[in-house]
């Protein structure tokens, strides 16, 4: 196949992409490859690799940025809204139509056993993130103790999420040894990154100033809540899920922590980046502020304001890839920033076990802490078998959700 598609030909790859993305990043990601540069050729060896480095600089999901970077390259802004559109599309339109019928039928017994499952195989689909990303960056004294410092910060309250990342970053860029040489790659001057900026900035804040202008308080708490998110989400879904359910549930009290582990369970099984779990989450605190509509509102706000960022930083900074990547500050910052991230999950960890674990939590200066006495013996025992299934047996992610929510119906209808 030509090394330059035409346009019906990205529409058909990425849609193949979009459709196919099950699994999470690491999927996700492996499935582009494949696409990408094995079977079709487009995008060399190098290159992709170069891009995936890039993009897991940057805040938002990766595997959406990748495929938007990818579309970008092959076809320029046309191909990046192609491959970044048909990456999130098909999932956003599962998680809406799953969404609802949360919404309607969730309260059901049978379904809110299910769901029970469905939480226990959460808390083992977040232990083997943490476990994975351990192997990765503990590779030193220093990226332990980032990582238990992070966990600490989060865990206690000291320090917000964004500001645990920032700290990491900072560190990371002030210990990194600058080169000698510097024969980084010249930015190229027929770039116009400054409409590009302004063009997207003002597409991310037109409908935050509708709803400002409309006076509508919720909405506008939500656009600007999950616009924050756009900007500290480095680490990916898991690390920024943290710091979403704290606030969501504790400061907003939009939902409740038993919801958010059914939005991440839900989100896993679907195509898509896992980040589409903030539309789920978007969609629920709609619903319960005002009904169906302000529901469908609050669910297309949340996913113009946690993807129209992505497609900021990939067409202003794509045209740099080459000069950032030859920045050494950059990569001690990415490896710090990814220490703390562990800690983030750690902190995941254990919050959802212990609210999924004890049906009574009480928060204290030193953090949460569970009523011994509150102990629930089925929730223990399906987190268990989750964890044999996926972590012990290995048994791929949407069996293991399938398996769980049946056996969790069965034994309440026993």
């Known amino acids: ?8 030909d990205l529409f058909r790859v990425f849609g193949r992409i979009g459709i196919l993305s ?11 490859h494949r696409e990408l ?17 890039f ?3 940057l805040p938002g999901p990766e595997a959406m940025q990748l495929a938007t970077y990818a579309g970008w390259k092959l076809r320029g802004v046309p191909g990046g809204l192609i491959g970044g559109l048909l990456f999130v599309l098909p999932g956003a339109l599962t998680i809406s139509l799953l969404a609802y019928l949360y919404i309607a039928f969730g309260s059901v017994p049978a379904v809110e056993a299910a769901f029970l499952g469905i939480q226990a195989t959460v808390i083992a689909i977040i232990v083997q993130a943490m476990f994975r990303l351990s192997f990765k960056v503990l590779n030193g004294a220093l990226n332990l103790i980032v990582a238990a410092l992070s966990f600490l910060c989060l865990y206690t309250g000291l320090l917000p999420f964004p500001a645990v990342i ?4 900072i560190l990371g860029a002030l210990l990194a040894q600058p080169e000698a040489s510097t024969d980084a790659p010249a930015s190229p001057m027929h770039n116009r990154p400054l409409s590009t900026v302004l063009t997207w900035a003002g597409l991310w804040a037109a409908p935050i100033l509708l709803v400002w202008m409309l006076d509508h308080q919720f909405l506008l708490t939500l656009a600007l809540f999950f616009s924050k998110l756009a900007v500290v989400t480095f680490g990916g879904a898991y690390a920024v899920l943290a710091y979403m359910v704290q606030a ?16 991440l369970g839900l989100a896993e099984t679907t195509p898509g980046p896992l980040i589409l779990v903030t539309q789920f989450t978007g969609i629920l605190a709609g619903h319960a502020q005002g009904g169906l509509s302000l529901a469908i509102l609050a669910g297309l706000l949340t996913l113009w304001c946690t993807f129209i960022p992505c497609f900021l930083w990939i067409f202003a900074a794509a045209p740099y890839v080459e000069n950032l990547l030859s920045q050494p500050r950059l990569t001690g910052a990415l490896q710090m920033i990814s220490a703390a ?17 004890f049906d009574e939590v009480s928060q204290t200066v030193f953090g949460a802490v569970p009523k011994l006495d509150s ?12 964890a044999l299934l996926l972590l012990a047996l290995r048994l791929p992610l949407l069996a293991t959700l399938a398996a769980m929510a049946v056996l969790a119906t069965g034994i309440s209808l026993t």
């Not at 999927?27 to 582009?32: D, R």
């Not at 254990?350 to 609210?355: K, N």
């Not at 102990?375 to 989750?386: D, E, R, S």
Request: include cysteine.
């Open 1 to 8: 196949m030509s090394t330059t598609p035409t346009l019906p």
């Open 22 to 32: 099950f699994g999470g990043p690491a999927a996700q990601i492996s499935l582009m």
């Open 37 to 53: 540069v094995d079977r079709t050729g487009w995008i060399k060896e190098e290159q992709f690799l170069g891009a995936l480095s």
């Open 55 to 57: 993009c897991m600089f």
């Open 166 to 169: 920032l700290l990491a970053g």
């Open 248 to 263: 969501v549930v504790n400061d907003y009290q939009w939902l409740e922590t038993a919801q958010m582990m059914d939005a």
């Open 341 to 357: 991230v562990l800690g983030v999950i750690v902190n995941l960890s254990l919050w959802f076990a212990m609210h999924f674990l």
């Open 375 to 386: 102990f629930a013996m089925m929730p223990a025992f399906l987190a268990g078998v989750a």
